[in-house]
């Protein structure tokens, strides 16, 4: 809670100082409120009490008393047409039009730029439906008895495509399933061929929890772009393109990340959340959010 704690001092300095367009506190028992949740956060005993007390705190901040709102959203525009299933690029234009978390002159999306997804995406999602009939192929003309190796080299070549096609999107996904189950199928295939081999047996069982466990956890769109290598989303954009991300996905990316690297994150997203707060905006899944970014 040190780096709710820690921002939310900080709002509420920069909140007295009349940041929020030049207003003042609108009323003295505002005021009032104001520091008794101070005083409350300040005497929390517990680190459950004290996060409470944070949350109240801002939630107070938010939504002002008698929860009415500080700020009203952003007003939103429909004039680009957008494809039912996305792939990655056009996906990413979705995210970042109109959204007050990206730079203002991010927000902005042409025609031209859409069309220009769509047209990589495309080439993405042929390159995976290449690759997918390659990699069935291959598995058809396995040798029978196969070997050990001749299984991993297939697993590891399907692990590969099915992070390619999430990264890539769209009906990709569709090819990313559909690897899965045929390495599900080589799975079962590999216990079965080596039942009588307990050794072997206890490292493909070892490793399939593994990536039951850990690796799926990659196949999030947002993931597996971050490990592509060609990145959709800029370094620079990383931070906006996570808190626009819904809690659930925010909360398995950080606990994907170095503890370093998360308490850092997790300080910057929450600045951006708090400034965009300033600007007016008001996030639909704000405090889900906030709560996810204060653990």
């Not at 820690?6 to 003042?24: D, I, K, S, T």
């Not at 997804?117 to 291959?138: C, I, M, P, V």
């Not at 196969?146 to 299984?151: E, G, I, Q, R, Y």
């Not at 690297?261 to 008001?282: C, H, P, S």
């Amino acid at each position: 809670m040190g780096i709710i704690r820690e921002l939310w001092r900080e709002f509420m300095v920069a909140y007295r100082a009349g940041r929020q367009g030049g207003e003042a506190l609108r009323e003295f028992q505002d005021e009032q409120e104001i520091q008794r949740l101070g005083a409350q956060w300040g005497k929390a005993q517990t680190p459950a009490d004290r996060e409470r007390a944070g949350m109240e705190a801002m939630n107070y901040i938010i939504h002002g008393p008698q929860g009415k709102s500080r700020g009203a959203p952003l007003a939103e525009t429909n004039d680009l047409e957008w494809s039912e299933n996305p792939g990655a690029r056009e996906a990413y234009l979705i995210k970042r039009w109109n959204n007050p978390y990206f730079a203002p002159s991010r927000r902005t999306v042409l025609r031209e730029d859409v069309s220009e997804a769509r047209k990589n995406d495309s080439d993405k999602f042929l390159l995976a439906q290449g690759l997918f009939s390659a990699l069935a192929k291959e598995v058809e003309e396995l040798p029978s008895p196969m070997t050990t190796a001749d299984l991993h080299k297939v697993r590891e070549s399907l692990d590969e495509l099915i992070q390619f096609a999430v990264s890539v999107g769209g009906p990709a996904k569709d090819i990313a399933l559909k690897a899965d189950r045929i390495r599900d199928a080589v799975i079962m295939t590999m216990r079965e061929a080596f039942s009588g081999d307990a050794d072997t047996l206890m490292k493909i069982e070892r490793a399939d929890a593994f990536h039951r466990d850990h690796t799926r956890k990659f196949y999030l769109p947002i993931v597996a772009e971050i490990l592509s290598k060609e990145k959709t989303t800029p370094g620079e954009e990383f931070i906006p393109s996570l808190v626009s991300e819904d809690p659930t996905t925010i909360s398995i990316v950080l606990d994907l990340l170095p503890e370093e690297d998360r308490a850092i994150t997790q300080t910057a997203a929450m600045k951006l959340i708090l400034r965009v707060l300033e600007e007016g905006y008001i996030d639909p899944q704000l405090d889900e959010k906030l709560a996810v970014l204060s653990k």
